[in-house]
């Protein structure tokens, strides 16, 4: 006697839906405006740090000249290679380890994600922002933000390569550490004046 089995059921492999994964991040990145004065906080702390570094230390180690991240209008090529100069070999490397390798490779990232959080936080108090589908505040924000953030890695990988070999420092190389660094500060301006907008037309509509 024969016994049948029932036939087995096909089983169809699930496709992944790249809707989800977007609404995930969206949904990720809308979030961060809730933790928006953490993020302001924990941004401070680092900037602190890193500024306490550079004037009780690093301008011990160059002699008392500032070094090329605080040169918010650039420098010349000689101006760069006199701040390599003063620093030399050993005092190069530690602002490479202490600077570039530590808080620099963090703090670029961690001031992109508490600007966009910041944009989303003051935007969404006006309702012409608020009444935006998520995805379109998320890519508003980030649209804004990240160029800064690649202009600013762009811009420690340039120091940091002229610090690791000092053979590599000539006036084309200098030149362009000079142009990125301005470059950096240009674009970091461009999301803190819409969050300045934003925060002061939010007060007026808050006010009428």
Known sequence: MTSRLPAKARTIPA?????????????????????????????????????????????????GLPSLDMRFYGFTPDEGMAW????????????????????????????SVTLVSLILATGRRLKNFRVLPGQMQSIFALVLVLPYTLADYAQNIAVARLLS?????????????SSLIVTKFTLLAVPVVVIAIFTLAGQKWRQG
């Open 15 to 63: 496709e992944p839906d790249p809707y989800g994964i977007g609404r995930s991040l969206t949904a990720t990145i809308l979030r961060l405006s809730r933790h928006a004065a953490a993020l302001c906080f924990l941004s401070a702390a680092v900037f602190i740090a890193m500024t306490v570094l550079e004037f009780f230390y690093f301008r011990q180690l160059s002699g």
């Open 84 to 111: 390599m100069t003063a620093l030399g070999r050993r005092g190069g490397e530690t602002i490479l380890v202490w600077h570039y390798l530590t808080f620099d490779l963090l703090f670029p990232a961690l001031l």
């Open 165 to 177: 070999d000092f053979l590599s420092a000539n006036p084309d190389s200098l030149s362009l550490a």
